[in-house]
């Protein structure tokens, strides 16, 4: 075992005992190097043992900090930032269902404030008593970065607050402290007469599927990452169901072995997309999915070792602030009217800003509709989150062999329909296309191909 | 879905062909009064056999070549601004942000413009452009010439002259700093064998990526816009001796830890090419003399920046193959050409680049690359601890810097306010197809779907259902 300690996101100190924290982390780490293991063997990962692990992770570019030391000259390097106004859709554009205004002729900042369910497959929330539930969420800002606007009587916007803070922090916050998570509620929201009971899935939330399947999503009595007040007034964590540190933890580790192709040959990465398709590691119509996928595989073509730098999080990266100006349309904002609530360092290469705010001083008499982007007065609070970016950080070190480490055959691949891909295993639906062909081969039965399939359990809140 | 094919003989030929003469002479035109726009968009729709398209282009580019008499061959490029599409097209929208801001409008905000709009020599608060007219001829004279027919033509039906400039191409195809220019161009599927690049980002009407919808504006049900483009006319002021005394200086400054490096290589890892055009990298000390014949290189095996800096102008707008912080990787069909007389012959005169450059979404292709990426410190891609400002073109408050891996270590290469390239003037515009020119002339009609489109969009701004 090695000395390691994985620290809350930011630093923050929200766990009374962080070394909570640090067991839910490890969980994670050891659930994705478990994948890999499996990955390499070819077995279901519930059937890899203690030895398997022992025997093969030495090879493994992703590193699971708690059993092998870091190396002293290891380098912590940040992944290149991503823009947080969600390419998915930026991709569906024009938007048929927002005709062009003034202010937003492609549709896409009204399309990105849209509150509902299609983060999740189609059919309904209910409760272990199969009641119907309603939880709709910023289903479509999905890049790691949600946002929430305060507007005064007026409509005018007075306040805009950012989070990359995942679901996932507060659900396992929850189980050791609830009060705390309380306490974060009624400070971000304002709403002091909120109560843990309001904050919690009593009887569970199970995603009901056309087809008739059900799935927990959330264990009776647990945290909901769903609950309203986080959506209205907001906003305290994200709350798009793929914007969870977990699915960081799990791009950054399925990312972390090299691919080959049903030829033998091996994926170069160059094609983000095409390696995600291949790693099933995330969402290929995002930005962040396959940016990270693909740097992160680059670690591994680059003969790198590697693990998701302590504290992992993901962060608010940093913000245009350029894109930004006074009435006047030529002075910049003052960088004191933003703060970082959570999390420090946002005009730093290394920032690792959580929660960010802006708000005009009183003094100012202005509101943020009054500002400038692009020229035009902010009456959408998306003009700001294209000014804002978001990344993560790796710490690295060179393989001591000439080597890449394994290599495994992909596990998926992606069909086209329209602008959008969709996960497959090599089947498409009528009219739409193979999107990258040759990364697996013709579709076999379920049976034949489970043990590079399936997944570990999260051990979150997914 | 099956590709649509193009349709060379409605093009306009600059957008997809490229003009690539001797002289262009640039003519904006103004609308003097609202009520003038009426009988300006019949005179704009009576142009429609004139403009010249890509078919034309192709067929002519060999007389061209050898047309240096006074009855040489000109060709015609028109594009018209947001006021014309607004007030006499009302069924059409093009769903653009920056297009229908204007760029006077997002200069300050979005291309990090120091330049006062009211001031520009083209376009700006004062002087919109409405129309543009670019004659293209090898034969200066005669493209003037018919320059001058079409403006007086023009002047008949309101629309006043506001600005001219004649273009021309410099030997060797540099631009004033003494770099070959417009090397690099997307290749387009369908125009070109093994065409990497949908026509569709750079023409309406059809696919931006395989297997995708043909892209287009909507609502347009005349489709007016099919076979259009959407065009953005710079006009960059260049400071030839500034930009010398600024690298001599560093070079200079930097010797200490540099030994021996010259004001020539630092340009040219500003760059990011050698003024043959070949990629420069901190290796090679000397221009090679050659560009790769085929312009395949690709930074993926320089992932840190160690041969050619993040912040050199190519890496900027282009990182191929290397770490970026996008997908999809916007690009530009560029169609400039210098103004002004060489700074050796004229030192004193006023020179640049008119930058021109086609694409079907301003905002994603044009904007995104001045705001996120020449304009950025850190993106597309840096190292944790350098700079990866563009010295070059980017434009930033304060200080800016460049790392540069050298022999003995990082350097930073920095400039203050310095700037060698100052934006005089531009504007957004759409250059319709020819057929689509041709309906400017006829009315929309007043109970078309749009009408319903229009009403129920401002129903729902009203209403603001996604606000919170």
Redesign the interface.
């Known amino acids: 075992m090695a000395a390691w300690t994985f620290h809350a996101p930011g630093n923050l100190q929200d766990f009374r005992d962080p070394k909570n924290w640090h067991a839910a982390m490890t969980s994670e780490t050891r659930d994705i190097v478990t994948l890999l293991v499996a990955s390499v063997l070819q077995k279901n990962p519930d059937d890899v043992t203690a030895a398997d692990i022992d025997k093969e992770r030495g090879n493994l570019a992703y590193v699971d900090p708690t059993v092998d030391a870091v190396p002293a000259g290891a380098e912590?390097?940040?992944i290149?930032?991503?823009?947080g106004f969600p390419?998915a859709v930026?991709r569906r554009?024009?938007w048929?269902e927002?005709?062009?205004?003034?202010?937003?002729?492609?549709?896409n900042f009204?399309?990105v404030?849209?509150?509902g369910e299609e983060d999740f497959r189609e059919g309904v929330f209910v409760d272990r008593d199969d009641n119907m539930l309603h939880l709709p969420v910023r289903d479509r800002q999905d890049e790691y970065l949600e946002w929430?606007?305060r507007?005064d009587g007026q409509?005018r916007i007075i306040k805009l607050i950012f989070v990359a803070e995942g679901y996932d922090y507060f659900a396992t916050l929850f189980r050791e402290d609830e009060q705390r998570v309380l306490e974060l509620y009624k400070e971000f929201t304002g709403v002091s007469t909120l109560k843990v009971d309001d904050l919690r899935a009593p009887k569970g939330i199970y995603r009901r599927l056309r087809n008739g399947t059900l799935r927990e999503v959330v264990k009776p009595g647990d945290f909901n990452p769903r609950n309203r007040h986080n959506?209205?007034?907001?906003i305290v964590h994200l709350s798009q169901r793929a914007n969870s540190l977990s699915a960081e933890v799990n791009l950054a580790g399925v990312s972390a072995i090299g691919r080959k192709k049903v030829s033998g040959a091996l994926l170069?990465g160059?094609d983000?997309?095409e390696l995600l398709c291949c790693n099933e590691g995330g969402d290929p119509n995002r930005?962040s999915d396959?940016?990270i996928s693909q740097?992160a595989y680059?670690q591994v073509l680059?003969k790198y070792r590697y693990t998701l730098a302590d504290p992992i999080g993901l962060y608010i990266a940093?913000v245009?602030e350029?894109?930004?100006?006074l009435p006047d349309?030529?002075t910049?904002v003052p960088r004191e009217w933003w703060r970082a609530t959570r999390g420090s360092g946002l005009w730093s290469?290394?920032s690792r800003v959580l929660r960010l705010e802006l708000e005009v001083p009183a003094a100012e008499k202005l509101t943020i509709s009054d500002l400038?982007?692009?020229?035009?007065p902010v009456t959408h609070s998306g003009q700001l989150a294209e000014l804002l970016?978001v990344h993560l950080f790796v710490t690295r070190w060179k393989r001591s062999q000439d080597s890449i480490g394994p290599v495994v055959a992909c596990t998926g691949t992606c069909c086209?329909r329209?602008?959008q891909l969709y996960g497959s295993d090599g089947t498409c639906g009528q009219g739409d296309?193979l999107?990258f062909p040759g990364l697996v081969g013709a579709p076999q039965p379920a049976a034949s191909n489970a043990g590079m399939a399936k997944k570990p359990a999260r051990l979150m809140t997914r | 879905?099956s590709e649509r094919p193009l349709e060379l003989d409605d093009i306009q030929g600059n957008i997809l062909a490229g003009f690539n003469t001797n002289v262009q002479v640039f003519h904006a035109l103004t609308v003097v009064s609202a009520d003038a726009f009426p009988e300006a968009c019949r005179w704009l729709a009576e142009q429609a056999g004139a403009i010249t398209t890509v078919a034309e282009v192709r067929a002519a580019r060999g007389s061209m070549k050898q047309g240096l008499s006074e009855a040489a061959p000109t060709w015609l490029f028109l594009a018209v601004g947001s006021r014309v599409l607004s007030r006499t097209q009302p069924d059409l929208?093009?769903?653009?942000?920056?297009?229908?801001?204007?760029m006077e409008?997002?200069?300050?905000?979005?291309l990090?413009d120091k330049t006062d709009p009211a001031h520009w020599a083209v376009g700006g608060t004062s002087n919109p452009v409405d129309v543009l007219l670019v004659l293209a001829s090898n034969n200066e004279a005669a493209a003037v010439a018919r320059g001058e027919l079409l403006v007086a033509s023009a002047g008949k039906v309101g629309l006043r002259l506001s600005y001219r400039e004649v273009g021309r191409r410099l030997p060797g195809e540099i631009e004033h700093f003494g770099f070959r220019d417009g090397l690099s161009q997307p290749s387009i599927a369908g125009f070109e064998a093994g065409g990497e690049h949908g026509a569709g980002n750079f023409v309406f009407g059809y696919q931006?990526?395989?297997?995708?919808?043909p892209y287009a504006?909507?609502?347009d049900e005349r489709q007016i816009a099919d076979n259009g483009s959407l065009l953005v006319l710079r006009r960059l002021r260049q400071d030839v001796a500034a930009f010398q005394r600024f690298c001599a200086a560093e070079a200079q400054r930097l010797s200490a830890r540099w030994p021996g490096v010259r004001p020539g290589h630092l340009a040219a890892l500003l760059v990011g090419r050698w003024p043959s055009g070949a990629p420069a990298t901190t290796r090679d000390a000397d221009d090679p003399g050659a560009s790769p014949a085929d312009n395949q290189f690709h930074f993926?095996t320089d992932?840190d920046g160690a041969a050619c800096p993040f912040g050199a102008h190519i890496r900027k707008v282009n990182p191929r193959?290397g770490?970026?912080?996008?997908?999809n990787v916007p690009r530009l069909l560029r169609r400039g050409i210098p103004f002004g007389r060489p700074a050796a012959q004229d030192p004193a005169g006023e020179r640049g680049l008119l930058f021109v450059a086609f694409q079907t979404s301003i905002?994603?292709q044009f904007e995104f690359l001045s705001?996120?990426w020449m304009?950025?410190d850190?993106?597309?891609?840096?190292?944790?601890?350098g700079h990866a400002h563009d010295l070059l073109v980017g434009s930033?408050?304060g200080a800016k810097s460049m790392t540069i891996a050298g022999p003995q270590g990082a350097v930073e290469v920095s400039r203050a306010e310095q700037e060698w390239i100052v934006p005089t003037g531009g504007a957004y515009l759409f250059a319709p197809g020819r057929r689509g020119l041709a309906k400017f002339s006829k009315p929309a009609s007043k109970l078309g779907l749009w009408r319903v489109?229009?009403v129920?969009?401002?129903a729902?701004?009203t209403v603001?259902p996604?606000?919170?």
């Open positions: 912590t390097v940040a290149q930032p991503w823009s390419r930026e554009a024009p048929a927002y005709p062009p205004t003034a202010d937003d002729a492609s549709g009204r399309a404030e849209h509150l929430a606007a507007r409509g959506i209205n007034p907001g170069d160059q983000a997309e930005n396959p940016l740097q680059a680059g940093g245009a350029a894109g930004l100006l349309n030529r910049r290469s290394t400038r982007v692009a020229g035009n970016s086209r329209g602008n296309q999107a | 879905m929208r093009i769903r653009d942000d920056a297009f229908n801001g204007g409008n997002r200069a300050p905000g979005v990090g931006r990526s395989k297997g995708e919808a504006p909507s609502p993926d992932p193959k770490p970026r912080d996008k997908v905002k994603e705001e996120h304009n950025s850190d993106r597309p891609a840096s190292t944790t601890h930033n408050d489109k229009k129920w969009a401002i729902l701004d603001k996604g606000r919170r």
